[in-house]
T-cell receptor
Framework: AQKITQTQPGMFVQEKEAVTLDCTYDTSDQSYGLFWYKQPSSGEMIFLIYQGSYDEQNATEGRYSLNFQKARKSANLVISASQLGDSAMYFCAESGGSYIPTFGRGTSLIVHP | EAQVTQNPRYLITVTGKKLTVTCSQNMNHEYMSWYRQDPGLGLRQIYYSMNVEVTDKGDVPEGYKVSRKEKRNFPLILESPSPNQTSLYFC????????????FGPGTRLTVT
């Protein structure tokens, strides 16, 4: 069964600095996708970024990038130039051969002014 | 505007009183799913549907039912709710399955007393 581990329950970062949120995954699937979602205090889930297991380049979406290290089974999210609005819960997720994605337990990010 | 809607947003009910949470998407997505979110546990999938009349169990299906009679709608039914079903519920949809970006509804906070 797939498993997602987010080892950082909470992270703090100063505004305008970069921050890395860790995610490791465990899957036996050869082909899979990795996702990051953001959940602000208002509660909605917002898609941030996607990385396919066969993608050679790390995914980037604006200030978000995914540091994909396949051999280490890690898919860390890097947020550059943090903003106050980045304060939220962040969830890593993996989806492989089944139709049931697996989510991590989340990391709470607080951005200080 | 592309969106997933859920109703109601908040619901307080009593043990054993049947309830339905509606979910509708306007993006003609084939894949729809239901998740529950509990503190410290991330999101866990309850049921999913790959298309009309095609549904299957996720990780935590006990105590829930779903139906998919129309492509746009995917209601979640709790025939006899119990307090352990108190949770935040999300409906989500995607174009081709969980390997694609999922669009989430705003969530339904359910309390069963």
């Amino acid at each position: 069964a797939q498993k997602i581990t987010q080892t950082q329950p909470g992270m703090f970062v100063q505004e305008k600095e970069a921050v890395t949120l860790d995610c490791t995954y465990d899957t036996s699937d050869q082909s899979y996708g990795l996702f990051w979602y953001k959940q602000p205090s208002s509660g909605e889930m917002i898609f941030l970024i996607y990385q396919g297991s066969y993608d050679e380049q790390n995914a980037t979406e604006g200030r978000y990038s995914l540091n994909f290290q396949k051999a280490r089974k890690s898919a860390n999210l890097v947020i550059s130039a943090s903003q106050l609005g980045d304060s939220a819960m962040y969830f890593c997720a993996e989806s492989g051969g089944s139709y049931i994605p697996t989510f991590g337990r989340g990391t709470s990010l607080i951005v200080h002014p | 505007e592309a969106q997933v809607t859920q109703n109601p947003r908040y619901l307080i009910t009593v043990t054993g009183k049947k309830l339905t949470v509606t979910c509708s998407q306007n993006m003609n997505h084939e894949y729809m799913s239901w998740y529950r979110q509990d503190p410290g546990l991330g999101l866990r999938q309850i049921y999913y549907s790959m298309n009309v009349e095609v549904t299957d169990k996720g990780d935590v299906p006990e105590g829930y039912k779903v139906s998919r009679k129309e492509k746009r709608n995917f209601p979640l039914i709790l025939e006899s709710p119990s307090p352990n079903q108190t949770s935040l519920y999300f409906c989500a949809s995607s174009f081709g399955g969980p390997r694609y970006e999922q669009y989430f509804g705003p969530g339904t906070r359910l309390t069963v007393t």
